[in-house]
């Protein structure tokens, strides 16, 4: 399920027990309970925020949960009531009333919460994110540019705006995933080179740009780049010097 939202109402969302549901890109805001889990539930590039309790994972549920963001909920951000199974990586769990319930931190990798403190293992980081108030990330966020881009697989490949999840916000020319729902976009992307032209079948050629010192060249228009890229699949750039 892609670009679920439901903004209003008692329950976004819940998946019985013996159910499969992958959810990608969902967004459950102002409700009493956002997602409710008895089967099994993976979700990628997804937001719940500001309802009553974030997630309910009940004893024959099992949960995987992937670059969201969960907070600003009223109760629990995730609860695991019983014997259910939870996993978290690359999200930030925070400012809920308790942000994981009944889950140890063991299944928690690359994460930021805020309770339990998680910090001592899998990578984890306790530190306020600095979410804008529509949880995205503010420009000084400590979990910009988080996952080393050698441990990205190219999943997911897009955040939840549906833009490229791989960007260089800090314009180092090392591009890395950020925590959360939202990928921030590189505040001063650059910009292509002028006369592109062809010498012959082999060899292409453009004017120089001043301070340049590394080009990129692309199969296709650069500012559509990342709809025309196979989810899951990274894309590698040829690059001359």
Known sequence: MTDVRVFSGTLGLSVASGATVALDRAVFESLLLGLQVEGNVEMTS????GTSTGVAVSDSGSLV????TIAGNGNAGVINAGSGAVTIAH???WNNATDLIGIDCADVQSSDVGTPDCSAVNG??????ALEPDYRLAAGSPVLEFVAPQTF??????DLDGGPRLRDFDGDGLAAADLGAYEAADPAPEPEVANLRWLDTDTLEWDLAGGATLYHVYRGDVASLADRRRCGR?????SRR
């Open 46 to 49: 997804s937001l719940i925020a």
């Open 234 to 238: 990274p894309h590698h750039p040829r």
């Open 124 to 129: 984890n980081v306790n530190v306020d994110p």
């Open 91 to 93: 999200s930030i769990v």
């Open 65 to 68: 949960v992937d670059y969201a």
């Open 153 to 158: 697989d190219g999943t997911p490949c897009r």
